[in-house]
């Protein structure tokens, strides 16, 4: 875990899907996963929790962050166990 700011910390390592949890309301997936040892769900309504199902059991780095008293899922960068935030810039440019 690296503190990023007062409020972001990042996370890296093998993504592991501990449940899916139920929709939204609007009809989106949302998860519980567990990453660098700490548990997390998926913001409601955000894309990332697609690229969540897709990315079990792969190397990632996450941005999270407290929602409403859970810890969250901000970002989430696919790559190897030591990406950085930086990563995200770069995987972004690259699309």
Not at 16 to 36: A, H, M, Q
Not at 39 to 48: C, F, G, L, Y
Request: glycine share 10%.
């Amino acid at each position: 875990m690296q503190n990023v700011n007062g409020k972001l910390t990042h996370h890296a390592g093998i993504l592991k899907i501990i449940k899916r949890l139920p929709n939204t309301t609007s009809g989106n997936p949302r998860y519980e996963v567990e990453l660098d040892g700490y548990r997390m769900v998926t913001k409601p309504d955000v894309s990332d929790a697609y690229l969540v199902s897709d990315l079990g059991g792969c190397p990632v780095g996450v941005l999270a962050g407290y929602h409403y008293g859970k810890l969250s899922i901000s970002q989430i960068f696919p790559g190897t166990e030591r990406s950085h935030p930086e990563d995200a810039r770069r995987w972004k440019e690259s699309i």
